[in-house]
């Protein structure tokens, strides 16, 4: 039985310092700018699944939801803790955190269980990308060492259960079309929110035009040492997720990434699970 392991570590941000991420302000805007969408995004993700818990034949898929359940649980309450720190930082956040869950929660209803189901899947597919690109490009080593601790934690969880979703949404209808909905449903809207939450950030860094170019300088990767893992987000997470999954026998384990989170969970004395 394959099950992923929920662990909650405990972490205190307490000392994270404002621009944790490579002492840079606009890349940490980018990486904040994902942190907000989590908390509200991933208890989503929580109640899009366990509306067909119910249907879930499988003894070991239903194991492996209960701990995806719980592992979500953690990292939304992980991420809460955090969006505290910035509120500490002087950051607005609340104005963003409001729209975005009145607006998503609307959608929610309106969309129905079945593209929730999908577009959580397809959400998941690409956390699991960029769970891989954290640990494959080196970019969690940038990072001030609570904030590595939090997301390298997060990061190898989201490997360890990626194809829960997945799998829940094939036992319950496995219609290509509806795939692609939802693919369609999350990709629309974790762009756009993302590029939302990271402006209404950035605005606050009153860094103007050139201070905004200068810093994306610093974290621009040169061409030449650009790979599925290192470069642009829209490349690297967008572009390459959507390829994947639009492929009719997809399955989230096709990417062999279960290596980057075993090393990281060994590495730090914690056992972990291998995908069936
Ligand atoms: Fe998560
Ligand atoms: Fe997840």
Do not use: C
């Not at 129905?112 to 990308?129: Q, R, S, W, Y």
């Amino acid at each position: 039985m394959a099950i992923p392991i929920p662990r909650d570590p405990k972490i205190d941000f307490a000392d994270v310092p404002r621009h944790w991420m490579g002492n840079n302000p606009v890349a940490t805007a980018v990486s904040n700018g994902i942190n907000l969408l989590f908390p509200h995004g991933e208890r989503f993700f929580v109640r899009s699944v366990h509306h067909y818990v119910k249907d879930i034949k499988d003894p070991e898929l239903r194991a492996q939801v209960k701990a995806f359940f719980k592992q979500e649980g953690h990292h939304s309450s992980a991420h809460d803790d955090f969006n505290e720190i910035l509120r500490g930082q002087g950051f607005e956040i609340d104005t963003f955190l409001e729209r975005y869950a009145k607006i998503s929660l609307w959608l929610e209803g309106k969309l129905g269980p079945k593209l929730n189901l999908a577009g959580t899947a397809a959400a998941e597919h690409f956390t699991a990308i960029m769970a891989e690109g954290g640990f494959a490009s080196g970019m969690f080593d940038l990072m001030d060492p609570t904030m590595q601790k939090l997301l390298a934690w997060h990061a190898a969880e989201e490997i360890e259960h990626k194809a829960v979703a997945f799998d829940v949404l094939q036992e319950v209808d496995d219609s290509y079309a509806l795939r692609v909905a939802g693919l369609a449903y999350a990709t629309t809207l974790l762009a756009s929110f993302w590029v939302w939450s990271m402006i209404s950030l950035l605005r606050q860094e009153k860094l103007g035009l050139r201070g905004i170019r200068k810093y994306m300088k610093r974290m621009g990767v040169k061409k030449s040492e650009r790979n599925v893992n290192n470069g642009p987000v829209v490349s690297r997470v967008f572009l390459r997720g959507i390829r994947q999954y639009i492929r009719r026998d997809f399955h989230p384990n096709d990417n062999a990434n279960e290596h980057l989170a075993r090393t990281w969970f060994e590495a730090h004395g914690m056992p972990f699970t291998e995908a069936a």
